[in-house]
């Protein structure tokens, strides 16, 4: 059973786009919702997260937008650059669960100069 | 600047041998996690330890056990390699009770022929 559904598997962007990858989830527990970038040949670093308290983070070009209710979250990735080429998880815990992250199952962004 | 160190960037084994993945980190972390990431399928919980010597099954634990002996090193073992083996894995840790604190190692890929 999945519990962190993440779509588009593979997104094709022009530089200086807006590049948006969306998750959705299923267990009202979850309470941190992390996004980690990975680039070839390295491991998943954490970029950006967001607790559901609020309905928007922002840190530079890259922001969440979280919508409790519907259960859903996304990452937008402003003015697109080469540089943001990786593959991006979407991940959610249950403070009172494990603290073990569920993933989704990645998607595998490149942006074309 | 924290660390989670995998011995090995590639390797390849015959298909029987036993196989053994290193995983170290200086952060003094008492959690520590290893993952396979394959294409489509993402990031896939193996094992994981909370503790020196104490280890958990996580989602996808068959053909595989672990040792912890010490805190900064959890080893990941592939008791008799098959084919449907072949992956990347990656090694994380975290600080207890945390969320935040999950780092990934660099991953190895092996290869089993």
């Known amino acids: 059973q999945q519990q962190v559904k993440q779509s588009p598997q593979s997104l094709i962007v022009q530089k200086g786009g807006i590049s948006i990858i969306n998750c959705a989830y299923e267990?009202?527990?979850?309470?941190?919702f992390p996004w980690y970038q990975q680039f070839p040949g390295k491991g998943p670093a954490l970029l950006i997260a967001?607790?559901?308290?609020?309905s928007e983070k922002k840190e530079g070009r890259f922001t969440i937008s979280f919508n409790k209710s519907a259960k859903q979250f996304s990452l937008h990735i402003m003015d697109s650059q080469p540089g943001d080429s990786a593959t991006y998880f979407c991940?959610?815990?249950?403070?009172?669960?494990?603290?073990?992250?569920?993933f989704g199952r990645g998607t595998s962004l490149i942006v074309h100069p | 600047d924290v660390k989670v160190t995998q011995s090995s960037r590639y390797l390849v084994k015959r298909t029987g041998e036993k196989v053994f993945l290193e995983c170290v980190q200086d952060?003094?972390?008492?959690?520590m996690f290893w993952y396979r990431q394959d294409p489509g399928l993402g990031l896939r919980l193996i094992y994981f330890?909370?503790?020196?010597?104490?280890?958990e099954k996580g989602d996808i634990p068959e053909g595989y056990s672990v040792s912890r002996e010490k805190k900064e090193r959890f080893s990941l073992i592939l008791e008799s390699a098959s084919t449907n083996q072949t992956s990347m894995y990656l090694c994380?840790?975290?600080?207890?009770?945390?969320?935040?604190?999950?780092?990934f190692g660099s991953g190895t890929r092996l290869t089993v022929v």
């Open positions: 994380a840790s975290s600080p207890p009770g945390q969320y935040y604190g999950y780092t």
């Open positions: 267990n009202t527990a979850f309470d941190y």
């Open positions: 967001i607790r559901p308290d609020v």
């Open positions: 991940a959610a815990h249950a403070s009172g669960g494990s603290y073990i992250p569920t």
């Open positions: 952060m003094d972390h008492e959690n």
């Open positions: 330890s909370y503790d020196v010597k104490m280890k």
